[in-house]
C-alpha cells in the first residue's frame, strides 16, 4: 500500500504492508472558498458578537494586528489586505498600523520570513511590523493575574494600541484544544514567566489537557481567562484544507466567533480507527510545522489516543532546523533520564526553565510507548539523546515494530499528523 505523507515541503511516499494498515485517518474534506479575500470582508463586515470593523476603527488613532509566525501557515497575504482597508475605511491608513507577530517563545522571524508570513505587498504597505520577544522586559506590561493564580505580562505595541485585532488558524492543538482565538494572546505576545505558569505541570498533566477538547480542559480554560485580561476588539480566524486553501473564516469577539470556527473545524478533523493499534505512523504535517523536533512533538502526542500501551509511535519529520532552540536543546542533550525530569518539575520548589512544557510533553509520548522517528535533519546519535530511536525510512522502521508486535500486528497511518484527531471508534 503506499500511501503519501506529510514531511518537509514535498511529502514522503511510503510502501506499508496493505494486510497490517486497519486505517489511513485523514481528514474530512471541507469544499475551498472560491473568494478567500471576499470571505473575510464579508467576515468583518458582518462579524459575530460585534460591530464591523470599519465602525470599531472610527474615532481610534492607531491599530495593532497580532499575526502568527513562520510556524504557522495563516495565508495572511490574503486575510491582511480586506482588515487594512477596513481600518484605513475606518480612519486608520496603514501608517498607524503596527503588525505583531506573535513568536510566543520561538525566535524572531527574519527579513525573508516576513516576506513568507506577510506576503509582499503587506509588507511593504507603510504598516510597522515587529517581532515579539518573550524576554524583552522593556516591551511588556503585567496586566494583572488570573483566577488561576498566573501572573500575566503582555506585549506593549498590543495594550496601548487603540484597537487591537488578532489574525490566527484555528486546527487541533496537543494542549489547548484547538489553536487561534485566544491563543494569539497566549503564549503569541506573552512574557516568558507567564508562559511558563500556564504551560507548567498543574495545567498540562491533566487528561483533558489535550487535542480535540476544550470542556474541561484547564490549559484552555486558564488560556481565555489570560486573554480575557486584554482582549482583542475583533478575532480574525481562517481555516484551511490539505492544501492550505482557505475554507472558513470566523471573525468576531474572541470567544464567539472562535467558538464557531471551532464547531467548523469539529466536522472535519477527526478520524476513527474501530480499537486501539500495535503501530501509529504519523508525521508533523509537513513545512512549516515539521521543522524542528520541538514541533514534532505534536504529531507524537496526537498519535497517543490510538495505540496501545508499548504499542510503537514512528514519525516522520523533516526537521530542516534541527532540534529547537538552544534552551530545549540544551534541557534534552543534558537530560538521561526524562521521566525523572519531569516528576522534578511537579516539586513545589521546582525553577521553571524555558520550554519545559515541550519536555513534559514528549515524556507523555514517550512514557508508555516507544517512538522511532525518521528524520534527515537530525543524525543517528543526536536523535538517540532525544529519546527517540532513529530509523533511515518509514518502511524500515514498521519493519522492525512488526518484528516485535508479530506479523498479525495492526497499523494506523495519520498523514497529516496533529492537523487529525485520531479516536476509537466505540469511544
Known sequence: MNIHLDYGRTGLDVELPSENVVGVLDL??????GDPAGAVRAAISRPLGTRPLTEIARGRGNACIVVCDITRPVPNATVLPPLLAALADGGIPAERVTILVATGTHRPNTGDELGTILGEAVRTSGCRVVNHVCT?????????TTSGG???????????????IT????????MAGYSGGRKMVMPGIASLSAIQDWHSPRFLEHPNATNGITRGNPVHEENTRIACLAPPDMIVDVVLDTARRVTGVFAGEMVQAWEAGVAFVEAHVRAPVPE????VVTTSAGWPLDLTYYQTVKGMVGALPIVKPGGHIIIASACAEGIGGPDFSRTLLGTRDLQSLV????????EPIPDQWQVEELAKATRNNPVVCVSEGISDDVMGRLFAAPAPTVEAAVSDALAVHGPGATVAVIPKG??????????
Open 343 to 350: 516528576r522534578a518539575m511537579q516539586q513545589p520548589d521546582w
Open 136 to 144: 524583552d522586559e522593556a516591551s511588556l506590561r503585567r496586566v494583572g
Open 418 to 427: 496533529p492537523y487529525v484527531i485520531p479516536y476509537i471508534a466505540q469511544r
Open 150 to 164: 498566573v501572573p500575566v505580562a503582555l506585549n506593549t505595541h498590543y495594550l496601548d494600541a487603540d484597537l487591537r
Open 28 to 33: 474530512t474534506p471541507a469544499q475551498p472558498l
Open 167 to 174: 489574525c490566527g488558524l484555528i486546527e487541533p492543538h496537543f
Open 276 to 279: 486501539p493499534v500495535d503501530i
